[in-house]
């Protein structure tokens, strides 16, 4: 493993504006570090209003199984809607955004990366295959780390009042570890050490600590977002459309695991995660195990991130600590991210190992009808990610070494 200490007097550029961008950077800077804070316009004026002027709130229970805790108003070195501003210098840059916002940064990261530089995109989804294959196009040869995570740090919601974003960020659960991955996997020992000067890893360093995947498309696999997102979303929407209609509650209480999960739902969970399983197995790469059992509970996998693998709330009781998570409408990252990168992914990949995913291309032919979008159509291709045309073993020789076969 390399020496990283030159990373502790370095700062550390968040880019992004949302919910994981904010509680990212705030939290970096309550740990401590020197933040510069990045988003695009024209969403900049939104989602960065009042950030320059009086920083960030960052509050809420974060509950977890240590307790760790902590809160307070964050103060930004930079906010910029500049790119190339934000990561000069910077030792680590943190790619917080939604996958369908990776290229635009992308295209304004590149020019401006850094030797030494480390990147991590918060959660990955495929944003690591992604970039790479930019940089190549691009000509870019500096010697940066580049890998992703399985998941956030947080759960974490903005705070908004009459359609105004406000400067403030609720995290109402911390992870207590996580999984990464970088590409190529020969610098995962120095992309993994390197949260030990990240603020926002604070939690998962001091709790069961960073778990490392077997290349990127194990971090790809263990997202359980596309599997707790889609079917919870897809099979419970007559719950969320008719909240605070037939059911008389405020709408903005709603939460699919509060309000919607159920063990039919708990039980197409748990044949999608089947199939990923396959799919993982027919490529040769990892997958996060989880044991039948873990899907049937009122939080399914998610609650293992921050309490363990003991938490359990049964179907039976309530779950007030998700109340209000949402999503509101089918026109919601829960499926309009999950199901044309993470589900079509997986689509795409059963076609090129032979892997039969019916669950998975039924969440897709659903929610194209729901949505009133053609996501198989618009949806991540492997040539996307630069890999449609790498056998096995070609893809396998690229993600653990970095050897690129080009097309």
Not at 318 to 329: E, L, S, V
Not at 336 to 349: F, N, Q, R, S
Not at 384 to 406: F, P, R, S, T, W
Request: net charge neutral.
């Amino acid at each position: 493993m390399s020496d990283l200490s030159y990373l502790k007097d370095k700062p550390v550029a968040v880019l992004g504006g949302g919910a994981v961008a904010k509680a990212v950077s705030a939290d970096c800077s309550l740990a401590g570090a020197k933040v510069r804070i990045c988003d695009l316009e024209p969403f900049a004026g939104k989602t960065l209003f009042g950030v320059e002027r009086g920083g960030v709130k960052f509050y809420g229970e974060q509950l977890n199984l240590y307790a760790f805790h902590r809160e307070g108003q964050a103060r930004y070195d930079l906010v910029t809607t500049e790119v190339a501003r934000a990561v000069k210098g910077a030792g680590i840059i943190i790619v917080c955004t939604p996958a369908l916002g990776h290229v635009p940064f992308f295209e304004k990261l590149i020019p401006a990366l850094e030797d030494g530089q480390i990147v991590h995109i918060i959660p990955d989804n495929f944003g690591s295959l992604i970039l790479r294959k930019m940089m190549r196009e691009a000509g870019c040869q500096k010697k940066i780390i580049v890998g992703g995570w399985s998941s956030s740090p947080y759960g974490s919601r903005v705070d908004i009042k009459g359609g105004v974003i406000l400067p403030s960020i609720r995290a109402y659960y911390r992870a207590i570890t996580l999984r990464g991955a970088s590409l190529p996997k020969t610098d995962q020992a120095d992309f993994l050490a390197s949260t030990k000067f990240l603020g926002a890893f604070d939690a998962v360093n001091g709790g069961d600590g960073v778990v490392g995947g077997d290349t990127v498309m194990d971090t790809g696999f263990s997202n359980v977002n596309p599997v707790l997102h889609c079917p919870g979303v897809i099979l419970g929407v007559g719950v969320m459309e008719n909240y605070g209609v037939v059911f008389g509650d405020e709408k903005t209480k709603f939460s699919i695991y509060s309000h919607a999960y159920c063990p039919s739902i708990s039980r197409v969970q748990l044949q999608f995660y089947r199939e990923q399983r396959a799919l993982a197995a027919a490529m040769g790469v990892g997958i996060q195990d989880y044991a039948d059992q873990d899907f049937f509970s009122r939080e399914n996998l998610l609650g293992q991130e921050y309490m363990g693998k003991d938490y359990l709330i049964p179907f039976e009781e309530q779950d007030p600590i998700q109340f209000g998570t949402g999503p509101f409408t089918i026109h919601n990252r829960y499926i309009t991210e999950d199901i044309p990168v993470g589900c079509h992914v997986y689509h795409e990949l059963g076609k090129k190992f032979g892997v039969a995913t019916p669950v998975v291309d039924s969440m897709i032919t659903l929610a194209s009808i729901m949505a009133e979008k053609d996501f198989a159509k618009s949806g991540y291709t492997l040539d996307h990610l630069g890999i449609g045309h790498l056998g096995k073993d070609e893809m396998l020789k690229y993600l653990n070494e970095g050897v690129y076969k080009a097309k």
